[in-house]
């Protein structure tokens, strides 16, 4: 009976399916879950933008700094620019120090955000200072742009007894601050994606920060083909929340180029399968950056929906300290980089139109801040680390578990035996506070 009631009913439908095609091939029907219209020319397509060209990327800056003709800049000022322009300077001048810093042995690995100075400085300041950041590892910028100091780069990078973020137990770089709003980072690629969505969700549930604060999620596009990309940009499609993607695309997922990693149109293309409204932005314009951050950022608030930001650029350094970048790509093509839309000299060439900087700014500025950041390290590098009882505490929330006990003890007991009469142990004691003895007294 059930049965037959559903056969007719389907034909019914196909029908009214059937009557419903006009002569134009074009029917106002509809299926009935869907929007889509019906038509009866047989045709496939692969593009979003409804023709074979991709993606365009949006600028405001040509390659050397002029306004592009009908483009708006943002309303910025000199103090501001120069506010940019330093931070935007500060990151080479912290890795080149920090970089070297590393092949001495000093800390144990580096990352470098050579290239991507406009993409980092130019998203933190298009966001607002208490907006959620989770990073994937390349956005110091971030923290920087916000009163982290470069002592507490240092601190965190030298695991010493200052490093606010995580108390020396983490990697280099693995930065983390509540004071910022900055999620502590994570080396597996992609996780902080649908963390972002679940962070956003909440912000939304917030009566506070309702349409107040986003979570503004950065990630390369290596990391956007892990299963966790897709899997949080559904979660902020189907469960909405104001969530920033933003996929520093620099064209290599370490030795892997970008031209290997999808076939599609880049990362922007994506968006759109998941109803998110995208862009692909010039990353090395930071102008370009501002613009697009703070619309899409107004967009996630006013929509409360997710918005994809896809910034170009190109990594000018190697991957990591654990990597020679040179083994898989000629050096000739990363010198061009560095020339070309150079995210520096354009903003600089920029500045210097407006009549806010000259040569003697720059010799000013790269002095200072390369004494800063010299001085810091000393001062770094003279502190002791933390207690090594700090190893055990509060990892998870204040308790410990009986597996951190038997760790803790087994620890304290190979100490009392080898601490003091075997050499590498004595001098790897003697840079922690205490020399390691709180741990002694703790078994
Ligand atoms: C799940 C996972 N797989 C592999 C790695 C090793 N890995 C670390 S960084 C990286 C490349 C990531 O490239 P991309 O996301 O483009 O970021 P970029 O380094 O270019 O800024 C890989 C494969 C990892 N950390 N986590
Ligand atoms: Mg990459």
Redesign the pocket.
Known sequence: MIRTAIAARRTAGNVLYARSLSTTGVTRNKLPTTNSPIVNRLEFFNSVTGSSAQIPTYRVLDGVGKPIEGAELPEIDKDYARRLYEKMQLLPALDNVLYNVQRQGKISFY?TAYG?EATIIGSAAALASDDEVLG???EMGVLLWRGFTIDDVMAQCFGNENDKSGKGRQMPVHFGSPEHHFHTIS?????QIPQAAGVAYALKRDPQRRSKNIAACF????????GDFHAGLMLSSTIPSPTLYIC???????S?P?TE?YYGDGIAARGPGYGIDSIRVDGNDILAVINAITEARKRCLEQGRAVLVEAMSY?VGH??TSDDSFAYRARAEVEDRKRIDNPLTRFRLFMESQGWWNDEAEAELKARIRADVMQSFKRAEALKRCELGELFTDVYGGEEPWNIREQREELAQLLKKYGQVWEPWRSELSKFKNNGKDLLGSQ
């Not at 080396?187 to 996780?191: D, G, K, N, V």
């Not at 990630?219 to 892990?226: K, L, P, Q, R, T």
């Not at 520093?248 to 370490?254: L, V």
């Open positions: 990352m991507e994937q590892y390349r080396s597996p690629l992609a996780t990630f390369g596009e290596g990391a956007a083909s892990e520093r695309n620099n064209g290599f997922a370490i892997t970008s990693q990594r991957h990591s």
